[in-house]
Structure formats: structure tokens, C-alpha cells
């Protein structure tokens, strides 16, 4: 089976920092992007941003959604088949339950993702 282990939510406050990680695991991982989405009560799921690589090429291509470009960055650590999440300079506005999902190619679609995390809470308190 595959596998994607959410893990680093909590609580801070507005301005603060939180990094969210996204493991994968169970074997061959076809998928080559990992997007970042987010939802809160009463609202649509949102793409927050999104990293995509190839094994034949060395630099990974990253897209944010204009609210948190700037603020949150898309890492990837292949050695771990880890994708991280950085989140600075919080604000109220980002509070969510935060989801990564994976797939082939990157995508702001919510639809296109193949695989999902069990999603994590982030509270931003003014």
C-alpha cells in the first residue's frame, strides 16, 4: 500500500511558525508531485502550493496560491520521501485543517490528487 503520514500541526500565534510534513510511504511511489491543500469550516478545500519533480531532472518546480506566497514555502527531502510545509509569518486568515495529496504532476485541482493524508489542524490565534 501507499501511504502519505501527515504530522506538525498545532496552535501559534498570528506571526508565528509551523512546519507541516508529509511522508510517504508503502513502497514504490509513482507520483511525482505533492500538493498542499487546506480547508476550513464552512469553506472549500484550497490549494496552498505544490512541489513537482522528475528523477531525471535536479530542480523541483514549486506554485502557491497568491495568499501564502511569500509566507509558506514547499520543500522536498528525498532521501525520507518527505515533503515539508513551511509556514511563516501566520496569520488568522490561514487557520485550517491542512492535507497533502500526491499524484503525477502538480496541480491546483483538488480532483487530479490520487492519494491523501488524514490532514492535520492549524489554528493561528490573533
Known amino acids: 500500500q501507499v501511504q502519505l503520514v501527515q504530522s506538525g500541526g498545532g496552535s501559534v500565534q498570528a506571526g508565528g511558525s509551523l512546519r507541516l510534513s508529509c511522508l510517504a510511504s508503502?513502497?514504490?511511489?509513482?507520483?511525482?508531485?505533492v500538493g498542499w491543500f487546506r480547508q476550513a469550516p464552512g469553506k472549500e478545500r484550497e490549494f496552498v502550493g505544490g512541489?513537482?519533480?522528475?528523477?531525471?531532472?535536479?530542480?523541483?518546480?514549486?506554485a502557491y496560491a497568491d495568499s501564502v506566497r511569500g509566507r509558506f514555502t514547499v520543500s522536498r527531502d528525498s532521501a525520507k520521501n518527505t515533503v515539508y510545509l513551511q509556514m511563516n509569518n501566520l496569520k488568522p486568515e490561514d487557520t485550517a485543517v491542512y492535507y497533502c495529496?500526491?499524484?503525477?504532476?502538480?496541480?491546483?485541482?483538488?480532483?487530479?490528487?490520487?492519494?491523501w493524508g488524514q490532514g492535520t489542524q492549524v489554528t493561528v490565534s490573533s
Open positions: 508503502g513502497g514504490t511511489f509513482g507520483a511525482n508531485a
Open positions: 495529496g500526491s499524484r503525477r504532476g502538480i496541480s491546483r485541482d483538488e480532483n487530479d490528487y490520487d492519494y
Open positions: 512541489i513537482s519533480w522528475s528523477d531525471g531532472w535536479s530542480a523541483a518546480m514549486s
